[in-house]
């Protein structure tokens, strides 16, 4: 089945550095987005790239994607305490639905 | 910024009870979604509704689960009989249109069956 993988499960940095994410998948893809969900919230929308795009920016955000290696990564440069939160990425293959992976969780250090 | 909200933030509920889970996308949305994320488990989809009639539904969407947008602008998730397994934290979902755009999730249901 279409299903993210992140790695690491969790991940542990000081404040300042980079934390990178990365998320696997099975199947092709339509487009892949990142979310972030701050402990028992909701989910909040970072970043959607397309099956045609290989990296894409927001701000502190880098994602890319290697369809080739049905792959993505993120990259949070510059980490703050406020980034501490659980990452997922969720994939769709143009149905309604998206499938959402197991998470990171990040936890900055301050 | 617009906003989904949903309503109750937190239910606690009898086992076999009905309950019903209340949303509010953002007016301008086309397509309508509720997942949900048993604690410490990841985020699962249930069914996605477009056009007045549910488009997909996982395998949890059994009979137990019902989906309603009543007048227009509210969006529901009821329950029929619950049981232990149905706690989680629901999730509902909004986006403009297909493929294109992220989802707007709203802050979530805390669904508690004892």
């Known amino acids: 089945s279409q299903q993210g993988e992140e790695d690491p499960q969790a991940l542990s940095i000081q404040e300042g550095e980079n934390a990178t994410m990365n998320c696997s998948y099975k199947?092709?893809?339509?487009?892949l987005q990142w979310y972030r969900q701050n402990s028992g919230r909701g989910l909040v929308h970072l970043i959607l790239?397309?099956?045609?795009?290989r990296e894409k920016h927001s701000g502190r955000l880098r994602v890319t994607l290697d369809t080739s290696k049905k792959s993505s990564s993120l990259l949070i440069t510059a980490s703050r305490a406020a980034d501490t939160a659980s990452y997922f990425c969720?994939?769709?293959?143009?149905?309604?639905?998206?499938?959402f992976g197991t998470g990171t969780r990040l936890k900055v250090l301050a | 910024e617009p906003e989904v909200t949903q309503t109750p933030s937190h239910q606690v509920t009898q086992m076999g009870q009905e309950v019903i889970l209340r949303c509010v996308p953002i007016?301008?949305?086309?397509?309508f979604y509720w997942y949900r994320q048993i604690l410490g488990q990841k985020v699962e989809f249930l069914v996605s509704?477009?056009?007045?009639?549910?488009?997909?539904k996982s395998e949890i969407f059994d009979d137990q689960f019902s989906v309603e947008r009543p007048d227009g602008s509210n969006f529901t998730l009821k329950i029929r009989s619950t049981k232990l397994e149905d706690s989680a934290m629901y999730f509902c979902?909004?986006?403009?249109?297909?493929?294109?755009?992220?989802?707007?999730f709203g802050s979530g249901t805390r669904l508690t069956v004892v």
């Open positions: 979902a909004s986006r403009l249109r297909a493929a294109v755009y992220g989802y707007t």
């Open positions: 199947t092709s893809i339509n487009n």
């Open positions: 790239i397309r099956s045609n795009e």
């Open positions: 969720a994939t769709t293959s143009g149905t309604y639905k998206y499938i």
């Open positions: 007016s301008n949305h086309l397509y």
């Open positions: 509704f477009y056009n007045n009639e549910i488009s997909e």
